[in-house]
């Protein structure tokens, strides 16, 4: 009977010591590995390095984020890959990297669809790009939201002021048959390169000039060979925050409603970051010869009609998005 009662005693101790040791365990902690193509000095790193603090400290350390810079785990379309199939669990791809696995995605990377940068960040933040960001999950990942990249303006060796300003000026596009068609319906000649070759091609005569951001204009030093940046204002091309879907579907409610509520923060304060980075931008390129050019768009915006009707007719979804986004105008 005394062994008995031991034996019991002995049972009870050892599972209130299992108890206590499960109460002090170590929190079961996931590390979303996020791919980014640009630096660790851009505003959208800081959003994420921020982004990535206040998860880990919100969900008391059951999600960590491990950036990677640089294009370090390859180009975005191989890092939306690497999120689909779940090898990492998150990226920062451009809107036409989404836009390969649904066509819808188009209409938010239109030209003249957003007036201003505000207007874009109001569009970002009203959920009205829920569904069509949700719409993606069936290929593994899901967008969880939306972050600027500026507005893309015209640069040459002279202001810009209409389109017949542009006639003959082979101006470099990313390589899109889209973006090419909306240079060419703006008065120039699009010409797709990769921007690492934009400078020297410039310099010798091959390019009459480009498109880009202040941001990036400044970076690659893009005004020692065009001095004059016109802002035609064109092109406001989302830059997509992806994640895993059965990283994000696996979340519990809490850590869901956790994540989703840092992410809009994230999206608001990128805006913020993007803004105060332009400041600087145009700071440091107007110290060095370049000449910022306001200018009337009417007329661009005119010329590209044709493109913004041959893609908002794509589907219903198209119209209704497109509808959307300009009564947010209003």
Not at 40 to 59: M, R, S, W
Not at 158 to 164: D, V
Request: charged share 25%.
């Amino acid at each position: 009977m005394k062994k008995v009662m031991k034996l019991g005693l002995g049972v009870i101790f050892f599972s209130f010591l299992m108890g206590c040791s499960g109460d002090k365990g170590e929190v079961k902690s996931t590390t979303l590995k996020v791919a980014f193509n640009q630096s660790e000095a851009h505003p959208q790193y800081k959003a994420l390095k921020e982004f990535g603090e206040k998860l880990d400290k919100e969900t008391n350390g059951q999600y960590k984020l491990e950036i990677s810079p640089n294009s370090l785990l390859g180009d975005q379309r191989a890092s939306a890959e690497l999120v689909q199939n779940g090898v990492i669990q998150m990226a920062v791809v451009g809107n036409p990297v989404v836009e390969s696995f649904n066509k819808d995605f188009a209409v938010i990377g239109l030209p003249y669809i957003y007036d201003s940068i505000d207007h874009q960040k109001s569009v970002f933040l009203s959920g009205k790009l829920d569904d069509l960001f949700k719409s993606v999950g069936k290929n593994g990942f899901q967008v969880v939201g939306a972050y600027t990249a500026g507005a893309r303006s015209v640069y040459t060796n002279k202001p810009i002021e209409k389109p017949e300003d542009l006639r003959g000026y082979k101006i470099r596009v990313m390589q899109s048959d889209t973006m090419k068609k909306m240079v060419d319906l703006m008065g120039g000649v699009g010409t797709p390169m990769a921007q690492g070759e934009v400078y020297t091609a410039i310099q010798q005569g091959v390019l009459e000039g480009g498109e880009n951001n202040e941001v990036t204009y400044a970076d690659l030093k893009h005004y020692e060979v065009s001095k004059y940046f016109s802002y035609t204002n064109h092109l406001m091309v989302p830059d997509l925050i992806i994640i895993n879907d059965k990283i994000y579907t696996g979340m519990t409610k809490e850590n869901k409603e956790i994540f989703d509520k840092l992410i809009r923060e994230s999206v608001e304060s990128e805006f913020e970051a993007w803004n105060e980075n332009v400041l600087a931008s145009k700071k440091l390129a107007e110290e060095n010869g370049a000449k910022f050019i306001d200018i009337s768009i009417e007329q661009f915006q005119e010329n590209v009609k044709p493109l913004q009707e041959d893609v908002v007719n794509t589907s219903d979804v198209t119209k209704k998005i497109y509808q959307d986004i300009r009564d947010l105008t209003k």
